[in-house]
């Protein structure tokens, strides 16, 4: 096997609780479980010799790889071609669709030989705790079981195994027509292991899982010129969200570098209160009320918690928490691990989550806005914490922060940050007027007019004609602020947010792609350089169709398209090559793409009538 394939070269699965990535040459070389931030049990893709792996394929290394998904599902299908016959394996993760997590796991690997005659080779080799445990194979005739500290991995397969040290092996040669299958399947230890497999059992549970992601998908409303897109933006949205408490993760990796060999290799296994929020009006939009509706009881008890946290002197809401809510993230580095193509160190845990970072509170608001009949049911008591709430943010908003990309080069007065501060209160306003609920409408209008009148008195540069990344300093431009028009901070067609626009097309776009922002003219206390932010890209469309400017818009958007990879999915950037960076898939690509389309669908649709 190749011991780091390209980023992009990687399907999804998962089961709405934990997730695994594999190969276009059949290899898992991530997993963790039994959640997604959970100590892993493959992780090859962070280190090819101590990480573990799981392989399924013909041991024919010229043999020609291709991938897809099964329409409309997260059933991915790795096909190889040979001459001397044709194969597949599909890989899938029975759905836990419950609200109670579960600690047992799944992965299915069926193979079947479509025409000629095709041999078979599996590997199995688990490294548990990212590679720090050791385990013990115990071989028996039917089943084979690891055992690491606190976990336990049972396999069975339709085929002989046999031990290689502590790991698994064995070969299958199936003729045209003819199937096997290997079940991976991970819990406690002591849990009761998985029945013998039988090729009939998984098929039919294969189609039974196949059912379950076409009936949840075609209860989109999504109508417009890009369904294949949006679609399977919305199924990896949905893989990976926690299906127990409704959060999503930022992304099912960590570790994988912005720049290869650099030090920006972020653990993205967490939900952030900005993407979760931003992903109400998405999901709302297509139709998935459930979802919307999941993350906001999530984000409710968050801030319901506000008032402990602000009696220790901390803000109201930490900016990413766990899936459970769990707001502790201590970040470490794994120094066992070389990183994906050498890219150390590997980091465990985020330490941002300490950040200051005051946008949140517009997202958070802005998310209870879109979502105003869910919000409704938080009653009395949940408005009395979310005004507690705002009246912290009327004494704090002026204050210097981190700032939305989490840079470590110490805190600045940025922009984007008062533009969402000024949405809190602007969004707050709204629900109070409209629900006829008490708050402290002079301060919170007094507020919001300060930040309004600040921002375009400080957060405008005469020399660049466009409104800049942070007060004072060099003037530079940031991506962040496409998301002005959207929260209605300024018209979409004004001339200072027209000029806006222009600076960054000359600044930040590169070839329809944008970065956030210029790390040489504003440091951010981190070595290396990035690539192209996808988000970004997404969210200039969605500015670009807002201003009327619909040709550009449909080109830059057209040609993202291409930047995807071979099963539509994104990574966080684009690097010089057209290459995907960053962890993989990431949600906030996935959800700005559909924000993109629904607002570029609806320009075009009034633009023709």
């Keep these: 096997m190749d011991r780091y394939p390209p980023i992009a070269e990687h399907g999804l699965i998962g089961d709405l609780q934990t997730a695994a990535l594999v190969t276009s040459r059949g290899v898992v070389d991530w997993f963790a479980a039994p959640r997604f931030d959970s100590p892993s049990i493959f992780a090859a893709l962070l280190d090819h010799d101590r990480g573990g792996y ?41 759905p836990n669709t419950g609200r109670t997590p579960t600690d047992r796991h799944t992965i299915v690997r069926t193979v079947r030989t479509v025409r000629g005659t095709v041999h078979y080779d599996m590997e199995c080799r688990p490294r548990f705790d990212y590679g720090r445990a050791d385990h013990d194979l115990d071989l028996r005739p039917d089943l084979a079981v690891f055992r690491a500290p606190g976990v336990c991995a049972y396999v069975r397969s339709t085929f002989p195994v046999e031990r290689d040290g502590n790991d698994l092996r064995g070969s299958v040669t199936l003729n045209v027509g003819q199937s096997a299958a290997v079940v991976l399947t991970v819990c406690e230890p002591g849990g009761e292991p998985p029945p013998p497999p039988t090729v009939d059992g998984i098929t039919r549970d294969l189609w039974g899982a196949a059912d379950f992601w076409q009936g949840w998908v075609h209860g989109s409303n999504y109508r417009g010129r890009w369904p294949d897109m949006v679609n399977r933006s919305a199924i990896t949205l949905k893989l990976l969200t926690y299906a127990p408490t409704g959060a999503p993760v930022a992304a099912a990796t960590m570790g994988l570098p912005e720049q290869v060999g650099g030090e920006r290799n972020w653990d993205y296994r967490y939900t952030w209160v900005r993407d979760g929020a931003l992903s109400v009006r998405a999901l709302l939009d297509l139709g998935f009320v459930e979802e919307a509706t999941a993350f906001m009881h999530w984000l409710g008890d968050r801030v319901r918690e506000a008032p402990e946290r602000a009696a220790t002197s901390r803000e109201p809401l930490q900016i990413m928490y766990r899936v459970d809510g769990e707001p502790i993230l201590t970040e470490e580095i794994l120094g066992h691990l070389e990183g994906y193509r050498g890219s150390a160190p590997v980091r465990l845990g985020n330490a941002a989550a300490d950040q200051l970072q005051l946008d949140i509170y517009g997202e958070a608001m802005y998310a209870l806005s879109e979502g105003r009949e869910i919000a409704l049911q938080a009653g009395y008591r949940g408005w009395k914490l979310l005004a507690g709430m705002m009246d912290w943010l009327a004494d704090s908003w002026d204050r210097p922060d981190e700032g939305i990309w989490e840079t470590r080069g110490g805190r600045q007065d940025f922009t984007y940050s008062r533009v969402m501060c000024w949405a809190a209160f602007d969004r707050g306003l709204r629900l109070a007027s409209d629900f006829r609920r008490p708050a402290h409408t002079e301060r919170w209008t007094r507020t919001r007019d300060a930040i309004l009148e600040q921002v375009m008195e400080r957060g405008w540069n005469d020399q660049l004609q466009a409104y800049v990344q942070h007060y004072g300093g060099a003037p530079v431009l940031d991506a962040s602020l496409l998301l002005m028009p959207r929260v209605g901070f300024v018209a979409p067609r004004d001339p200072s947010w027209l000029s806006t626009l222009d600076a960054m097309d000359r600044t930040l776009v590169s070839d329809s792609l944008v970065y956030r922002y210029d790390p040489a003219a504003s440091p951010d206390g981190l070595r290396g350089s990035e690539g192209t932010f996808s988000l970004c890209t997404f969210l200039y469309v969605d500015a670009l169709a807002r201003a009327g400017r619909l040709r550009p818009a449909r080109y830059t958007f057209e040609k993202m398209h291409t930047y995807a990879n071979h099963v ?8 010089p090559s057209g290459e995907q960076l960053g962890n993989f898939p990431q949600a906030f690509t996935h959800l700005s793409l559909i924000m993109a389309a629904g607002t570029l669908d609806e320009a075009l649709d009034r633009q023709r009538g």
Aim: charged content about 20%.
């Design 568 to 575: 539509g999915l994104f990574a966080e950037e684009v690097g």
């Design 54 to 94: 799981f392989r399924l394929a013909p041991n024919d290394p010229d043999v020609a790889c291709k991938q897809l998904y099964y329409p409309d599902t997260a059933l991915l299908v790795t096909r190889f071609m040979s001459p001397d016959g044709v194969g597949e394996v599909i890989d899938w993760m029975p």
